[in-house]
Each structure stands twice: as structure tokens, then as C-alpha cells.
């Protein structure tokens, strides 16, 4: 079996989900791959950086611009453990990345309900990767944050 398959990019994500999840962060964590390489990660770093806009997906971009050297994300994969929001699935569509892949659904702030068409008109999108990871992963975190 190809060790290089979404399943094995999801759990890349889920390492970046943790990491914010030790630093007190809405465990979401997002890569970008290139011709089956790692270009670009993130985690949400809202809190650490006290910034709205610093989200996981925001975070990968801009890695992956840098390596890249341009802004365009033309044959890059998106990897993210929870669909993302308006704002970043703008900035996705901006960036004309060619898939996006995520493990579960945000059904308040995710783009499919909010902002359907935000991402490139040809941009893929395959939702449902690793589902019952990255939900029970952001379940664990906002039952911690109840008590």
C-alpha cells in the first residue's frame, strides 16, 4: 500500500492538531503537500499570537507560499483536521490550491454552509478523512475547557 495516501497526511495534520492542543489552542492542524512532499504546516495560534486571522490554515499558506517562492498554490493538497471557515477558504480560493482534504465538518463556522463558493471553482474538496479522529480530538479539547 502507498504510505503517501490522505490517511497518512491527515495524521500529519493531527500531530500540527496537537501541538496547538498543548499550547492551549482550538486543536486544528493543517499541511500542504507538493508532488507528495510537506511544504507548508500550521496550527491554530490565535491565542499564542493574539491575532484572529492566525488560524492553521492561515499558518500553512503561508509556509508553503515561502517554500513555494509565490503565492499560488497551483498542484498542492491541503490537509486540515476541521473544514475550514469563510475566511480561510477565501484565502484558499486566492491562493488556487488544487484540493483540499478534511477530517471533519464544522457545521457553525464551516465554509460549505456559510461561504459555498469562496474556494477556486476548480478546486477539489474530499471531506470525512480520519473523521472520528479530528472530532474526537476537538471533543476532548472543548470538554476539557468545560471542566
Known amino acids: 500500500m502507498e504510505p503517501f495516501n ?9 500531530i500540527e492538531a496537537d501541538i496547538a492542543f498543548q499550547e492551549g489552542e482550538i486543536p486544528i492542524g493543517a499541511i500542504i503537500v507538493s508532488e507528495g512532499h510537506i511544504i507548508g504546516k500550521g496550527h491554530n495560534r490565535t491565542e499564542c499570537l493574539n491575532d484572529v486571522t492566525a488560524h492553521a490554515e492561515m499558518q500553512a499558506i503561508t509556509a508553503a507560499a515561502e517554500t513555494l517562492g509565490g503565492k499560488y498554490l497551483n498542484n498542492c493538497t491541503l490537509y486540515v483536521t476541521v473544514e475550514p471557515c469563510s475566511m480561510c477558504a477565501g484565502a484558499l480560493g486566492w491562493s488556487q490550491i488544487s484540493k483540499v482534504v478534511y477530517g471533519t465538518g464544522d457545521n457553525k463556522r464551516g465554509f460549505t454552509n456559510i461561504s459555498p463558493k469562496a474556494l477556486h471553482p476548480k478546486t477539489e ?10 472530532k474526537e480530538m476537538m471533543d476532548h479539547f472543548f470538554k476539557t475547557k468545560r471542566g
Open 6 to 14: 490522505d490517511n497518512y497526511f491527515m495524521k500529519q495534520a493531527l
Open 125 to 134: 474538496i474530499t471531506a470525512g478523512v480520519l473523521e472520528e479522529q479530528c
